[in-house]
């Protein structure tokens, strides 16, 4: 019997049967408590207020939505928002980074030291401050009847940017997208596909001649091919709006994140290995093409999880949109909660949308990985 | 004939004085020369007009505030106004002296710390637990001739520091517990620490704090609930450890096998070979990261503002909503950002700083 209970496998296997116990206990503990207290509060538990509609509206939304529409399609707009400004983020952030690193890199003192400041500056803020300072600036510009305008066709007001934009049916759009992203996939699958400079082209060409005929069929008839913004009134008739919250929050983490994609791909660009550069050189591959075959490639390797990591840091600071106002994801559930007092439901809501969020990023970008790592070497 | 090299054909290697080497990293090339003269002036119309906003063209004294908003600077009148708002919050006025030795006295425990002299795995922590008794008596009160002040009244910048500190007191050894966890020999205990600190880490700080504030009231039992600021910081802190436990985690990693194996078998006890043998390695090998990890941390203290405290962000924006100063919007921003600019730039500096010195070899 003492044999059996000094037995490694039967201590191990005690142990962590115990803390397997002392989890459920507390997981029990918790759900008890919780359902007491719902039951006090009188709220219906379940995910039955999802078809209820919500009473309220949205301020900003990619997908049409009214104060009748229901929970579901308010919040499944909230993360097409996040998912909006979340990925335009990433895509300023980048190529301002992108720049920014190969200022820090240039031979030009003036380029580094400038790259160097700005990376100092908007690293050393918070994203919060500088969501919020943009926000406040954008806000402050002149009214519409005064506002600064491009060519009397774009106007900036402190009601946000008024662009002139193409006229197209919510139709129009998803088969756009569908084509863009078709075009995307063709070029990041290139190399497998075996297209040539040729093909490529034509697929281009594809995609312009699919967008032109999309622009000119799919509207509904007597109406412009671009809608101008009027001013009418306070306020302006036609063309986009962009609100100043979806700005202020697009404009404030690009500038963050700029900061530290740049230091990352500055990072990535340093760390390939000189011998490898002037290997290139003496081969006399010319600069431009040491750059382009050498260095981007291997730096590419080098500076991607720390990329993607960065990248999701970016998609969680989206929620940063409630403090100024814009609906994402986040601010959508926090009204919620608000309104129908679901808290639970709400808050798995939240969590599981950023689960599958994140997950689906990092998965993505380990794909990306794995596809460009140099085989043979683990 | 062979060439024969006679002495005085050896120059010396050409030597570059910082005006040739000034002159050639602005005028190298021709297209160098142009960047630097377009990008020059652009550089300079930006800071001369910085520079007037700021400092040449700005109001200074709340005496001269009639003139805020007519000329083209900036209205420091409104910091000569409100500092003491911004700085410390609600505090009671005739108290502030307190809140603001307390602030010193965390400060200077952050300072203290980054003397190599005070990293061991005993001294850190009575350090960092002193300086933090210091602040929370001297800010609390409630003994001798200092009246009681409660966190409700807390603000500003020591509301701020205060919750660094705590997130980083609490975060730090959860942080070594989760590694530990994370790198067991019990498959249970590891995997599922990996399970959670991966949930913790792809969730939104915001959205953690904001769960802590409104969940937890129903979860849990009502004698088991503290205050609003205490949950939001003990859900911080939980936040701080799963990123601190993966850094904790790569530092145990580097470290060879065979140290813990031959503490292990000269009988050391297993808490004395994680304590004195494998932790003090691990840190120092993660040094850099950890000071990366607390220059967010305390970046992103800032986020609490949305749950509803009153650090130094809301208390900032509480001068810009009332209607006398509320022109002054990006006067208080840019002073904000000065303050959190101090403290980050300092940290992230001293980490670059320890990360040279370590890659010297001198770690």
Redesign the interface.
Known sequence: MSALLRSKRIQ?MA??GG??AI?VAIIA??VF??AR??EAQGIASGFGFLERSTGWPLAFSVIETTPRSTYSEVLLAGLLNTLLVGGLTLVFATILGLCIAFMRIS?????RL?GTAYV??F???????QV??WY??LT?LPRPRGAYSVGEVAFFSNRGFVLPAPVLSGLDAIILALGFLALIGAFVFASRLQLTARAKLGAIGAFVVLAVVVWLTGRAPDTPLISVPELAGLRFVGGVTIPPEFLGLLIGLSFFGAAYVGEIIRGGLLSVDTGKLEAGASLGLSPWQINRLIRIPLAFRAMLPALSNQY?WLM??T??G??IGFSDF?AVI?TS?NQSGQ??EL?AL??GG??IL??AL?TGMNAINQRLKIKGRS | MTDVVTPSEHLPPPQNTWGEW?WK??F?SVS?TL??LA??AF?VWVLSSVAGWMVLDAVWRVEDRDLCGHGAGACWAVIEDRWRLIFFGLYPYEEQWRSSIACLALALTIVLSCVPKFWSVRRLPVLWLAGFSVFVALMRGGFAELTLVTTEQWGGLSLTLFIFASVFLIGMPLAVVFALARRS?????AK?MGVFID?VR??????IL??AA??I?????DWLQSSKLARVIVAFAVFFAAYQAEIIRAGLQSLSEGQEEAALSLGMPYWSVILDILMPQAFRNTLPSTINQAVITF??T??V??IGFFEI?ASG?AV?GTDEWGAQ??EI?VF??LV??VF??GL?RYGAWLEKRMRVGHG
């Open positions: 191990s142990i962590q803390f397997v989890f503990s918790l408590t919780g207290n719902i031979n030009n003192l003036l380029a400038t100092e500056i690293r050393n803020v918070p994203a919060i401050l919020v300072f406040a600036v402050h999701i969680k600071a929620t940063l409630l403090v986040f926090s909660i808290t639970l808050i939240l969590m950023f689960l994140n997950y990092g | 000034i990293s602005f190298g160098n960047f630097t990008f020059g550089v020999s019990f498959p249970v205990i599922g949930v792809s969730l939104p700080l915001l959205a904001f769960s409104v969940v009231p129903i979860l849990v039992p970046k992103e800032s986020i503002t949305v962000m924006r810009i919007f990006v921003y904000l950002g959190y600019f980050v730039f992230s």
